[in-house]
């Protein structure tokens, strides 16, 4: 009898297909495959809206919905989380009618800071109201293997509020303009869309849809994504940008003679801020993860960085302790080449995560030598 029971596990092992799926990618990974490659250093900024809404009960709400729930929601975002971008607020009323969908329609967003916007809708989304709008307001389509392009047209009159580069540092004109030359891609099943004004959005789109994911993963930004698990909100920086001899620069007085003691720091390739939490009353869990070129950097900067986030100053010794107003230090680790900071901010309030990689400088992510006289 035994051995005809292995027998038959055998025979159903050999004719029941093997399954190669695992678990499927944080949405931030996703995001990351259309950041361009081969451009001047940049940040990625990312939004899981997926999630929002089911932390304050908002799964099922959509531009469809009445204005009063979809305000609701919004404000229960706005009021607990933090994002590196606008949330919608200001676009509740005017957007659905103008284009077919408002933030409420997403499953996450991601931006790179004044050249192009992702938005992945959720599947409940009717593309054809955007293409109809696009039209309506002069874009014309031109289909390419993976999608179809909209180009605007330069002399269209789109009302101020309905412009896309409002929302995505894409308007680098200001508001006199009446819409700067934001080009579209929307992908075959209409979920995807790319906002772009440098390059060809229909290139972008493809490359990202087709780019392989262990490749994203493998790479300084990837790296540093997935410290952070599966981020609420994010900001992702290269680390030409947050660690330079310029933002070593403008640190002051005690603040410069803190860094100085502890460098040189190493580089790193990119950093990234993002936290967690599981419910709307718990309190948020922030991380920094700083993704080396290996193990060895990331080791030899964890007692640096950690006394810089311990006992180190948001901006310079004119201003409290990170500790004071921003966040307390609750975990600093090594995982391979990456190094994680976790703290805890202040009030529970997941802003202070986010705004400390974005004032200059982000005092416990210097690195490279600190010289020269303290400025005046």
Request: glycine share 10%.
């Amino acid at each position: 009898m035994l051995r005809l029971i292995g027998a038959l596990v055998l025979v159903v092992a050999t004719v029941t297909p093997a399954t190669t799926d695992g678990p499927s990618p944080a949405p931030i990974m996703e995001a990351l495959a259309f950041r361009p490659a081969g451009v001047d250093p940049v940040g990625l900024d990312f939004v899981d809206w997926a999630q929002l809404k089911t932390l304050h009960g908002g799964t099922e709400v959509s531009s469809a919905s009445p204005l009063a729930e979809r305000r609701r929601l919004l404000l229960a975002i706005a009021r607990s989380e933090a994002a590196p971008m606008p949330l919608g607020l200001d676009r509740l009323t005017v957007w659905p009618e103008t284009w077919g969908w408002d933030n409420t329609d997403l499953e996450w967003e991601a931006r790179v800071y004044g050249t192009l916007a992702v938005l992945r809708f959720g599947e409940h989304w009717d593309a054809q109201t955007f293409h109809d709008a696009l039209i309506g307001l002069g874009y014309r389509p031109r289909p390419f293997e993976r999608g179809v392009a909209y180009e605007p047209d330069p002399a269209a009159e789109v009302p101020w509020q309905a412009r896309f580069a409002n929302i995505h540092g894409l308007d680098i004109h200001g508001a006199a303009i009446t819409e700067p030359m934001v080009r579209v891609a929307v992908s075959d099943d209409g979920r995807t869309v790319l906002l772009s004004r440098h390059e060809d959005p229909a290139r972008r789109l493809r490359a990202g849809l087709e780019a392989d994911l262990h490749d994203v993963a493998a790479s300084g930004f990837g790296r540093a994504a997935s410290g952070l698990g599966r981020p609420l909100t994010a900001s992702l920086i290269h680390g030409q940008v947050a660690c330079s001899a310029e933002t070593n620069g403008w640190l002051m007085g005690q603040a410069r003679e803190m860094a100085a003691s502890v460098a040189p720091l190493h580089r790193y390739q990119a950093l990234a801020a993002g936290y967690t939490r599981d419910d709307p009353g718990e309190t948020a869990v922030g991380r920094y993860v700083f993704a080396y070129a290996g193990a060895e950097e990331a080791r030899e900067d964890l007692g640096g960085r950690r006394f810089l986030i311990e006992e180190g100053f948001q901006y310079s010794d004119d201003v409290s302790r990170y500790q004071d107003v921003a966040f307390s230090l609750t975990d600093a680790r090594v995982a391979g080449s990456r190094l994680l900071l976790e703290v805890a901010p202040v009030g529970g309030e997941p802003v202070h995560v986010l705004r400390n990689v974005q004032i200059k400088p982000a005092m416990f992510a210097t690195c490279g030598s600190i010289t020269g006289p303290t400025p005046v």
